[in-house]
């Protein structure tokens, strides 16, 4: 799609499009169903990131360093599902595929945030189990609640930081080429492609987003369990070993359920349609919140018995209003 003649282009700094076109899946009949399967999903996980999250606050038990990086994932998950799925919805479902200029870079930073904050998190819950593992003596000073808050809240303001300078410069740049976007969602490196002009500011920054958001957390975590393994290995008891690994399995569930999906699309990215990648990539962004909270339930003891003391105290609760009633 031609915006302006060629001719003209040369004579204008700025074109910034009122509006721009998100395409979706190319050919590919029912998508509808398929974006009916993705509120679902969200409503799914919008229902266990709260009950996670209220478990938490309740239980003053689980007010620990450990389940404060929890309760960040938790919201992290349910801000950036409601961040992006309900607009997909409205999109795709209702046919509302034209979305404004300014408002395409507001949804595109918000995506990005809650996206980035996922193996941000990770990251914490790593470094959480090294310490808790290698030094379990000294975990209570080095690892406290005022450690992990200050360590979470550095993280949302390294994210903000760094998707205010990948974001603000592309508002700088022309688009004369095409305003139509082959994504579900106003994709970063597929909106730059549209500009017929750039500099090297959003070129470092469009190069350094994947690095930043996927490459130096994953890295980091591996490092982590990788010295975690090393020290289990000096552990005579296979006892104890097992023992310290079972600590681990939730938080290595939730890594592998994050990164899989998107080293493989990034792997095989040259060899898939595009239209595999944006169900890949779309199921990547809404699978894991969803199943985040149902594996801290099952595999997560403490999570497990403060769910169940709710549930008596509940129980004894109305079993004593009853019986107000009947005196």
């Known amino acids: 799609m031609e915006l302006l003649n060629p001719d003209l282009e040369k004579n204008i700094t700025f074109v910034h499009p009122a509006y721009f076109i998100i395409s979706g899946f190319i050919d590919i009949p029912d998508m509808k169903y398929y974006y009916v399967f993705l509120f679902f999903v969200y409503i799914v996980s919008v229902l266990g990131n709260t009950a996670v999250m209220g478990i938490i606050c309740l239980d003053h038990k689980l007010r620990t360093p450990k389940y404060i990086a929890v309760f960040n994932l938790a919201f992290a998950d349910l801000f950036g599902s409601s961040a992006m799925v309900p607009k997909v919805f409205d999109i795709f479902q209702f046919d509302h595929r034209y979305i404004p200029y300014d408002d395409c870079f507001t949804f595109m930073f918000f995506c990005y945030a809650c996206l980035a904050m996922e193996p941000f998190n990770l990251v914490a819950l790593a470094y959480d189990r090294l310490i808790a593992i290698i030094f379990p003596l000294h975990y209570q000073l080095m690892v406290t609640c005022r450690f992990m808050f200050s360590l ?159 549930l008596k105290i509940k129980k004894q609760s109305k079993v004593t209003v009853k019986k107000a009633i009947l005196k």
Not at 175 to 200: F, G, P, Q, R, T
Not at 243 to 255: G, N
Request: proline share 4%; with cysteine; net charge positive.
């Open 152 to 310: 979470i809240a550095s993280f949302w303001l390294i994210v903000s930081t760094f998707l205010l300078i990948a974001v603000v410069p592309l508002t700088t740049l022309s688009y004369c080429k095409s305003v139509v976007i082959n994504s579900y969602v106003c994709d970063y490196a597929l909106v730059h492609k549209l500009a017929c002009n750039e500099n090297a500011l959003t070129l470092f920054t469009g190069h350094s987003l994947s690095v930043l958001i996927l490459w130096l957390p994953l890295v980091f975590i591996i490092s982590c369990y990788s010295y975690i393994g090393y020290a289990l290995s000096k552990v005579a008891a296979v006892r104890e070993r097992v023992k310290a690994f079972k600590t681990c399995t939730s938080h290595l569930s939730l890594v592998a359920i994050y990164f899989l999906p998107l080293m493989f699309t990034f792997a095989l990215n040259a060899y898939i349609d595009a239209n595999t990648r944006l169900i890949n990539m779309s199921l990547s962004t809404v699978i894991p919140p969803m199943l985040n909270p149902i594996i801290y339930v099952l595999q997560t003891q403490e999570i497990r018995v403060s769910v169940k003391k709710l």
